[in-house]
């Protein structure tokens, strides 16, 4: 069975793909998911599901949507065991041998980190690009009814946009800046407050000897950043704008760094 949640939350097992519905039982889900192969409380999923206004009611109807998504995971003619285990506090969604598309991508990720550790940068290309494709949207829909299912598709939001990050130093590396001049210029636009696009932009364009454009972009970014949040831009930025007025040929600054840190956003358990 493999459980995805870096788009739609769906299930896919032996009968095919589903979604769940209703709601409060997607939500119940993928509460479970977050903390999969732990126990999660009753007080804290009546909290995740309803926040402070639960119903009467509210732990029977907590108890029918836990019964749907078991008859839902147990397969076809509900012929499996369910991974929905109930404990004295709580429930555990126990993976077993399932997968979870977020785990495999942060997986791919630090494979991706090791192999540029070790310059082996083909093959960290490749894991970074293997982590990507497992996006089908954005994390968990918007399902944003839970806290902390918000939280942590905050967090692997923020793990996608740094190994994009990665990928794009990583083809750098490799010499690939004529394939992602126009990629970064989208990931640009779509995230305007994060320098590092900027700057990998720049350093692609002054190999692809468009130096005039990559110091444009340079004026922009700096414009935007000073109107809109009243700072300059980061030093590393105006490090690459310095090297390619010196004619110097700006080099990925902050590969080794990302390599060995991995996402500055560490999700807590």
């Not at 997607?26 to 909290?47: K, P």
Request: with cysteine; net charge positive; hydrophobic share 40%.
């Amino acid at each position: 069975m493999k459980y995805e949640v870096l788009g739609p939350l769906r299930v896919t097992g032996a009968g095919g793909t589903s979604f769940i519905s209703p709601r409060k039982a997607e939500t119940l889900l993928a509460v479970l998911l977050t903390r999969a192969d732990q126990v999660v409380s009753t007080d804290q999923l009546l909290s995740e599901i309803w926040a402070m206004a639960a119903p009467r009611r509210a732990n029977a109807a907590l108890h029918v949507y836990v019964s749907q998504l078991r008859k839902i995971l147990r397969g076809p003619a509900g012929s499996g065991t369910s991974p929905i285990v109930t404990r004295p506090r709580g429930y555990l969604l126990r993976t077993g041998r399932s997968r979870i598309d977020a785990v495999e991508f942060q997986q791919l990720a630090q494979q991706g980190r090791a192999h540029v550790r070790e310059g082996r940068y083909e093959e960290a290309a490749a894991a970074f690009e293997a982590g990507l494709k497992l996006w089908t949207g954005s994390a968990f829909n918007g399902l944003t009814d839970s806290p902390l299912v918000y939280g942590y598709a905050i967090w692997l939001e923020e793990s996608r946009l740094e190994c994009l990050e990665m990928l794009m130093e990583t083809y750098l590396m490799l010499g690939r800046h004529r394939e992602i001049v126009g990629r970064l210029r989208k990931l640009s636009a779509e995230h305007p407050m994060r320098e590092s696009f900027y700057r990998l932009r720049m350093i692609a364009l002054y190999r692809c000897e468009r130096q005039v454009e990559a110091l444009e972009v340079y004026r922009a970014a700096r414009k935007r950043l000073t109107d809109e949040v009243g700072l300059e831009p980061c030093q590393s930025l105006q490090e690459v704008h310095n090297a390619i007025l010196l004619g110097e040929d700006p080099s990925p600054t902050r590969m080794r760094t990302l390599a060995e840190t991995g996402p500055a956003a560490a999700h807590s358990a």
